[in-house]
Nanobody, 123 residues
Framework: VQLLESGGRSVQDGGSLRLSCVTS????????VGWFRQAPGKVERVGVG???????EYSESVKGRFTISTDDARKTLFLQMNRLKPEDTGVYYC??????????????????WGRGTQVTVSP
């Protein structure tokens, strides 16, 4: 599966954005999928939220503000981000891993990654 993110841009504190991730070829049916953030100056990518057969999970920092969804064909993954904060700034990556290899949104091992899209939230 190949992934391509879009929708990142600069917004002000309190604003909203919707990120999209399109897969070429197969759908997400056999994959757990998620969004991950790489903060400025950091190497690690931290799970923002993931969708799997076990359901949805979100990091504590975004619960109630961010929502993950897919289109009906399950070939586009969305991240609706509301009430954005400066600490949400970073490169957002869409990623997918076969369901059988999924160990939770905290474990980035084995994921296939998109190229990322930059989100900048100004105070």
């Amino acid at each position: 599966v190949q992934l391509l993110e879009s929708g990142g841009r600069s917004v002000q504190d309190g604003g909203s954005l919707r990120l999209s991730c399109v897969t070429s070829g197969e759908s997400f049916d056999d994959y757990a999928v998620g969004w991950f953030r790489q903060a400025p100056g950091k190497v690690e990518r931290v799970g923002v939220g993931c969708l799997s057969t076990s359901g949805l999970e979100y990091s504590e920092s975004v619960k109630g503000r961010f929502t993950i969804s897919t289109d009906d064909a399950r070939k586009t993954l969305f991240l609706q981000m509301n009430r954005l904060k400066p600490e949400d700034t970073g490169v957002y990556y869409c990623a997918a891993v076969p369901e059988g290899d999924y160990n939770g949104c905290h474990d980035t091992g084995g994921f296939l990654w998109g190229r990322g899209t930059q989100v900048t939230v100004s105070p």
